[in-house]
């Protein structure tokens, strides 16, 4: 069986991950869904909140499962095991920390391969930081968060 993992904060949840999401449960028997707990990052949704999102919006995709981890993404893997780290290229100015990341996880078990996928140019501009930002100023995140979570994002934005 062919297992992935899509790992990152979703701070919360866009349109741009549910594409690499859909996409990327097409190619593997079952994708997992990832949620960082990262100490030293300040994050507007709980962990417990991003999950519950990623939930609801990936409820029609079968072979997606949503999960959290804390520490090393490799041991994570390991624990799943999965071999195949998926992540989304928005632009060049994703490259340069995405290739880092790759190398390093690479070095830190030879075994793992990362695996690039292009975003959708229609998400190329988006960011949960942008969707963030907007939202706290009452501007309309209608087309940038999947539909079916967009009135629990609002609501926690206009109230943070
Ligand atoms: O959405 P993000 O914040 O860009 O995701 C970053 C993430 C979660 C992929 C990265 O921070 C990560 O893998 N964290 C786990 C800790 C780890 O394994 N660090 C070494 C990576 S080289």
């Known amino acids: 069986m062919k297992i992935a993992v899509y790992p990152g904060s979703f701070d ?12 990327a449960s097409r190619i593997f028997d079952k994708l997992i869904v990832a949620v960082v707990r990262n100490p030293n990052k300040v994050a507007t949704f709980t962990v417990a909140e991003r999950v ?3 939930k609801k919006a990936v409820k029609d995709l079968p072979n997606v499962e949503v999960d959290h981890f804390e520490g090393l993404l490799v041991d994570f893997m390991r624990k799943k095991n999965a071999r195949v780290i ?4 928005r632009a060049v100015s994703d490259f340069e920390y995405e290739f880092q990341m790759a190398l390093m ?5 030879p075994n793992i391969e990362t695996l690039f996928m292009m975003t959708s140019y229609k998400y190329s501009y988006l960011s949960s930081s942008v969707v963030k930002e907007i939202g706290r100023l009452g501007g309309c995140i209608g087309e940038l968060v999947p539909e079916v979570v967009l009135p629990d994002i609002q609501k926690k934005l206009i109230n943070s």
């Open 105 to 109: 996880n690479r070095k830190l078990d």
């Open 52 to 54: 519950e999102l990623i």
């Open 12 to 23: 919360p949840i866009t349109n741009g991950h549910m594409d690499i999401i859909k996409r």
């Open 86 to 89: 998926i992540k989304g290229l």
